[in-house]
């Protein structure tokens, strides 16, 4: 008994930690499987047989492809678009002290404490008053409007952590303001804004209720989606989706090479500084 407390001590995190990732990994398992399927009619839910046809026309459908090139294109302009203003947003509040800071602070979290729904239905009503058409346009403002916030929560919380002592030292050495942020706080500072602009872009890729609301005529992957549902989701869309989460994946691993690369380019620099010295 005192050992299998001693195993269960040692390996029941890690084993309740796996369930974890399989639970949220398997619809995702399930999607790559069934984006090799061949079914047999329109409903892509019983595995028929194995094949690649789907994979070599993921862009034959043109509904399907029109659909994931404009929700492409939302995503890239809210990812930039929040990225900058967030940005700015999350460094003054770090580093400057004005009134309504506070309340400013408060604001920003609305957007993402706010159901969808709500948000959705109040930004058509604003649309309408202001006299303004559904489409692009207004999808592009509707995911700008919540994306901020979660660019401001993530950059926010690189710059509080930052050592305020780098750039001191920077400007002793002769650097300006314009210098010293762009070589010292930028660089440390960029890991939290591609995160943000990373959860922006898949935020906005993703987000169906807000743009059902202020869509218009343009239809998105995640409102095709909706609509192919009630006759039939092809198969492309599987594999449109196993793209998405490779990418992402790729992405990730870059993200955590570059790190692992850098540290230990840091450790070697620091261990020669000490030799040196």
């Not at 872009?201 to 218009?216: E, P, W």
Request: a positive charge; one cysteine or more; hydrophobic letters at 55%.
């Amino acid at each position: 008994m005192r050992g299998l407390r001693r195993f269960l001590g040692r390996h029941l995190l890690t084993a309740f930690a796996i369930l974890g990732f399989v639970y949220i990994l398997l619809p995702i398992a399930v999607i790559a499987l069934f984006s090799f399927n061949d079914p047999a009619g329109k409903y892509n839910y019983n595995w028929q047989g194995f094949t690649f046809q789907y994979w070599r026309e993921v862009l034959a459908i043109p509904a399907l492809r029109d659909a994931i090139i404009v929700s492409i294109e939302i995503a890239l302009l809210v990812s930039v678009i929040s990225t900058i203003l967030g940005t700015l947003i999350a460094l003054a509040l770090v580093r400057h002290l004005f009134r309504g800071r506070s309340s400013t602070n408060l604001l920003i979290f609305l957007p993402m404490s706010t159901p969808e729904i709500v948000m959705g239905a109040s930004l058509l009503a604003l649309f309408l008053n202001l006299g303004v058409s559904t489409g692009f346009v207004t999808i592009l403002l509707a995911h700008v409007t919540f994306c901020v916030s979660f660019v401001v929560v993530t950059v926010k919380a690189r710059v509080t952590g930052f050592d305020r002592r780098l750039e001191e030292a920077a400007m002793d050495l002769g650097a300006n303001v314009t210098r010293t942020f762009l070589r010292v706080t930028f660089p440390l500072i960029l890991p939290g804004i591609g995160a943000a602009a990373l959860l922006s872009f898949a935020l906005s890729l993703d987000d169906f209720v807000i743009t059902n609301f202020t869509k218009g005529t343009v239809i998105t992957f995640p409102v095709y989606i909706w609509g192919a549902a009630r006759i039939g989701v092809p198969v492309q869309v599987n594999v449109i989706g196993t793209m998405i989460f490779l990418i992402a994946v790729g992405i990730m691993a870059v993200g955590v090479l570059v790190s692992v690369v850098r540290a230990r380019r840091d450790r070697a620099i620091a261990a020669q500084a000490v030799e040196a010295h």
